[in-house]
Every structure is written in C-alpha cells, then in structure tokens.
C-alpha cells in the first residue's frame, strides 16, 4: 500500500492562496488516481478534486476555476493550487491514492481562510 503526507496548509486571509502538496511513498505512484477531499467542523467529507493516473483532472463545482490540481509521477507528489480562497474553504483538507485493493487517506492539513 501507498503511504501519504500532506503539506502546506496554514492561516490566509480571504482572496489570497495556498498550494497544498501530498508525497506518497511505498508503491507505484503513477497507478494510482489522486484526490484532494476536506472536512469542515460538524460537515461530512467532501470531493474536492480527483485527478486520474494519465492526468485528467475533475472539480467539485465550489472549487471550478479557483482550484488547480496536478501531478508529479516522477516525484511521488500531487498538488493542489489553491486560488481566491474564501471562508468556507476552511476545512481539514486529504490527500487520497486510489486504485483496485487499495484506498489510502493522508493524515490531513488544516487550512483556514480568515475574512
């Protein structure tokens, strides 16, 4: 199985961005589909972006046109570019590695968007 550790989350103010990185290790990174998911206080988890081992990326309609995921096979590493953060984007946020037989979470980072 793949293991993960998320990184770059913090406190920003409303309007400002965070890039979010996950490094996996312990498997073949590139067959694996990517996710970024969060959680809010008292809210279920929720999809915030997936991208498929060849690249194509896909959006929660909240995140469309402010959020920009990608991947690095070559570094083990998926991204998550977070633009024109708002409030309600504060959540705890997880990276995921998903293929047949294996469906792996992060520990979590926390971001905190301040109005």
């Known amino acids: 199985q793949v293991q993960l550790v998320e990184s770059g989350g913090g406190l920003v103010q409303a309007g400002g961005s965070l890039r979010l990185s996950c490094v996996g290790s312990g498997s073949i990174f590139s067959f694996y589909k990517m996710g970024w998911y969060r959680q809010a206080p008292g809210k279920q988890r929720e999809l915030v972006a997936t991208?498929?081992?060849?690249?194509?990326?896909n959006y929660a309609d909240s995140v469309k046109g402010r959020f920009t995921i990608s991947r690095e096979n070559a570094e083990n590493t998926v991204y998550l570019q977070m633009n024109s953060l708002k409030p309600e984007d504060t959540a705890v946020y997880y990276c995921?590695?998903?293929?047949?037989?294996?469906?792996?979470w992060g520990q979590g980072t926390q971001v905190t968007v301040s109005s």
């Open positions: 991208i498929t081992s060849g690249g194509t990326p």
């Open positions: 995921n590695a998903r293929k047949l037989g294996d469906n792996t």
